[in-house]
């Protein structure tokens, strides 16, 4: 027979308990909140409002990433049209140049029939050939530079429809785009899902949006696909040409095939003096924005995806020039496009950049 002796509480696992410290006169460390008990909620408690502290949305990183600069391109508009005194003086001169011309072809008939009379003939008919040549040309200018205030006068147009309630004012701008587009065979589905809804849609804002969409949509694709082409081609010309004045040339030579073929796109075909206004747009965008010469702001943008240390530094030009590039087709995006971007996205240098260096960007990245 075995007796109970006393219980070993050595031998019994110590129950966990908390100890307060005492850390001398200073400030206290607030004391954690009691357990709860077991099957009772928490009890809702009180915290100081030093205790919390909110980030500025100017610091969040969430809400302004470090490449955010790359979609700020600002947008293009043309520029003011002032009176000029030195077009006044231009005009002026051409009037009396035109003048002096046609005193000198006359002398030369009148001579030219003093020797023979089918030389007279033949001046008079070479004559009128080129003046009829030189009349066609004049209106074929004249038409282009129609489209291009056509097109700017319906961006505008849409601006002021798209603030208004009643659809009156949005439907006109629905059909003066439908007639700019209609030869385009990329926007037949479009114009064919607006003919349906006709009528259904009662919001002007809305009516523009799905005009946006179904009509332009098609039209900014192949427009990104022109500056990615354009861009692309810029990178390799100039990280291989062996001077710098072939970069020069090639660039501007790019630069204006991008603008001509965009403004072809959107409905504009301009004609030769339509295309110089157009780059003297582009052109004064640019500089008014800072983008001219390759800034701080680009080359720290390129450097910043580690490209420093993997590009050769004429690799690193070809890439930033094709940046330049794809900057100038941005601005003539905007110059040439009939609506301004309201239901879809602007496109960006940041949409770019990943096709432009796949293989240190990340653009291959789930393709």
Same mark, same amino acid.
């Given at each position: 027979m075995t007796t109970s002796g006393p219980t070993d509480d050595s031998k019994r696992p110590r129950r966990p308990a908390a100890f307060a410290i005492d850390d001398g006169p200073g400030p206290k460390a607030p004391s954690p909140p009691a357990p709860a008990a077991a099957g009772k909620p928490r009890q809702p408690q009180s915290f100081e409002d030093s205790a919390v502290?909110?980030? =500025?949305?100017?610091?969040? =990183?969430?809400?302004?990433?470090?490449?955010?600069?790359?979609?700020?391109? =600002?947008?293009?508009? =043309?520029?003011?049209?002032?009176?000029?005194?030195?077009?006044?003086?231009?005009?002026?001169?051409?009037?009396?140049?035109? %003048?002096?011309?046609?005193?000198?072809?006359?002398? %030369?008939?009148?001579?030219?029939?003093?020797? &023979?009379?089918?030389?007279?003939? %033949?001046?008079?008919?070479?004559?009128?050939i080129g003046l009829l040549a030189l009349a066609a040309a004049v209106?074929?200018?004249?038409?282009?530079?129609?489209?291009?205030?056509?097109?700017?006068?319906?961006?505008?147009?849409?601006?002021?429809?798209?603030?208004?309630?009643?659809?009156?004012?949005?439907?006109?701008?629905?059909?003066?785009?439908?007639?700019?587009?209609?030869?385009k065979a990329e926007t037949a589905r479009g114009r064919a899902t607006l003919a349906a809804t006709e009528g259904e849609i009662i919001d002007g804002s809305h009516l523009l949006a799905l005009a946006e969409r179904e009509m332009l949509a098609p039209l900014d694709?192949? &427009?990104? &696909?022109?500056?990615?082409?354009?861009?692309?081609?810029?990178?390799?010309?100039t990280a291989v040409s062996p001077r710098a004045i072939v970069d020069l040339a090639y660039v501007i030579y790019e630069s204006a095939r991008l603008v001509r073929s965009m403004a072809d796109l959107y409905g504009g075909r301009p004609g030769t003096l339509g295309m110089v206004r157009?780059?003297?747009?582009?052109?004064?965008?640019?500089?008014?924005?800072?983008?001219?010469?390759?800034?701080?702001?680009?080359?720290?943008?390129?450097?910043?995806?580690? %490209? &420093?240390?993997?590009?050769?530094?004429?690799?690193?030009?070809?890439?930033?020039?094709?940046?330049?590039?794809?900057r100038i087709g941005i601005a003539a995006m905007d110059l040439c496009r009939p609506l301004p971007f309201k239901a879809t996205k602007r496109p960006g240098i940041g949409d770019f950049m990943g096709d432009l260096t796949p293989k240190f960007t990340g653009g291959d990245a789930g393709r």
């Open positions: 502290v909110l980030t =500025p949305e100017t610091e969040d =990183p969430f809400l302004t990433p470090g490449d955010a600069t790359l979609a700020d391109v =600002p947008v293009a508009s =043309p520029r003011p049209r002032r009176f000029s005194f030195a077009g006044l003086a231009a005009g002026a001169f051409g009037v009396l140049l035109s %003048l002096a011309l046609g005193l000198w072809t006359d002398r %030369l008939i009148r001579d030219l029939f003093n020797r &023979a009379d089918w030389l007279g003939y %033949l001046a008079i008919a070479a004559a009128a209106l074929r200018e004249l038409v282009g530079m129609a489209r291009l205030h056509a097109v700017q006068a319906l961006k505008e147009e849409a601006e002021k429809a798209a603030a208004e309630t009643k659809p009156a004012a949005a439907r006109a701008v629905v059909a003066k785009l439908t007639a700019l587009l209609a030869s694709r192949q &427009a990104r &696909a022109l500056i990615l082409g354009a861009a692309k081609r810029v990178s390799v010309i157009l780059m003297r747009d582009v052109v004064a965008h640019l500089a008014v924005t800072g983008s001219i010469a390759i800034g701080d702001g680009i080359v720290q943008q390129v450097l910043g995806h580690g %490209l &420093a240390s993997k590009l050769s530094a004429r690799l690193g030009e070809g890439v930033i020039n094709g940046l330049m590039t794809a």
